[in-house]
C-alpha cells in the first residue's frame, strides 16, 4: 500500500461522538486525500491537502474536517457522527497533483455508525 | 470490500480468456485517466494510467485504449487469472484539476 497506513482499521461508534481517523504516510509526498467508498457509489472525495496546513474540499466535504500538521499524517474528524456517515473512508497520496500522477491508497478504514 | 459489489455490472470470463473493461467518461476536457483494481477488503491499486495524447498504453498484461471521439475507456487483461477477479475502477481527472472522478466500478469474476 506504497507506505500508506490508516488508523483504526475499524471502528464502530455512536451517533453524535466524535471521531478521528489518521492516515500516515512514509513517502514524503505532497498531497493526501481523503475518500469515502459506498455501494454503488464510485471513490468520492471528502478533503485533499497539498501541503502543510493547506487543504480544500472535494465533492463531500459537509460534516468532515480535516488537519495536516506534518507532511507525514493528514486527519479526518466527524464532529458528530451521524449514521450517514457509516462508510469505508480510504486515505491516498501523491507526489504531483491529480491532474498529473496517479493516487496510491491505504488499506481503509471501516465505519460503523450506530 | 464486498459491499462495495453491490449493483455493480458483472463480467464474468473463463481462465485463460482475455477481459476487457469499459468505461464511460462525460468530461470532454479530462485528459489523465487511470485505472484501478480493488480486491475485497483492500484499498484500489494502480493498475495503468494514459493521457489524452495517446490513444493506446500497454503494460504487462493490460493494455488501455482511449477513445476521445465518442469518451470511452477500456482496460483489456491478457489471459485473465483467478487473481484478477477483483472490483475494477476508471478515474479521469480534467484538465489542470487536482481531483480525480471515479467511477462506480465493475466486478470481474474469472472462472476456473
Known amino acids: 500500500d506504497a507506505g500508506i497506513t490508516q488508523s483504526p482499521r475499524h471502528k464502530v461508534t455512536e451517533t453524535g461522538t466524535p471521531v478521528t481517523l489518521r492516515c500516515h504516510q512514509t513517502?514524503?509526498?505532497?498531497?493526501m486525500y481523503w475518500y469515502r467508498q459506498d455501494p454503488g457509489h464510485g471513490l468520492r472525495l471528502i478533503h485533499y491537502?497539498?501541503?502543510?496546513?493547506?487543504?480544500d474540499k472535494g465533492e463531500v466535504s459537509d460534516g468532515y474536517s480535516v488537519s495536516r500538521s506534518k507532511t507525514e499524517d493528514f486527519l479526518l474528524t466527524l464532529e458528530s457522527a451521524t449514521s450517514s456517515q457509516t462508510s469505508v473512508y480510504f486515505c491516498?497520496?501523491?507526489?504531483?497533483?491529480?491532474?498529473?500522477?496517479?493516487?496510491?491508497f491505504g488499506p481503509g478504514t471501516r465505519l460503523l455508525v450506530l | 470490500g464486498e459491499s462495495v459489489g453491490l449493483h455493480l455490472p458483472t463480467l464474468s470470463v473463463q481462465e485463460g480468456d482475455n477481459s476487457i473493461i469499459n468505461c464511460a467518461y462525460s468530461?470532454?476536457?479530462?485528459?489523465?485517466f487511470i485505472w484501478y483494481k480493488q480486491e475485497s477488503g483492500k484499498g484500489p491499486q494502480f493498475i495503468i494510467d494514459?493521457?489524452?495524447?495517446?490513444d493506446k498504453r500497454q503494460g504487462q498484461r493490460v493494455t488501455v485504449l482511449l477513445n476521445k471521439t465518442v469518451k470511452h475507456l477500456s482496460l483489456q487483461i491478457a489471459a485473465t487469472q483467478p487473481g484478477d477477479s477483483a472490483v475494477y475502477f476508471c478515474?479521469?481527472?480534467?484538465?489542470?484539476?487536482?481531483?480525480?472522478?471515479f467511477g462506480a466500478g465493475t466486478i470481474l469474476r474469472v472462472k476456473s
Open positions: 491537502s497539498y501541503g502543510v496546513k493547506d487543504t
Open positions: 491516498a497520496i501523491s507526489e504531483l497533483s491529480a491532474a498529473r500522477e496517479t493516487q496510491y
Open positions: 494514459i493521457r489524452s495524447n495517446m
Open positions: 478515474a479521469e481527472n480534467s484538465k489542470g484539476g487536482n481531483k480525480l472522478v
Open positions: 468530461n470532454s476536457a479530462s485528459d489523465y
Open positions: 513517502e514524503n509526498h505532497r498531497y
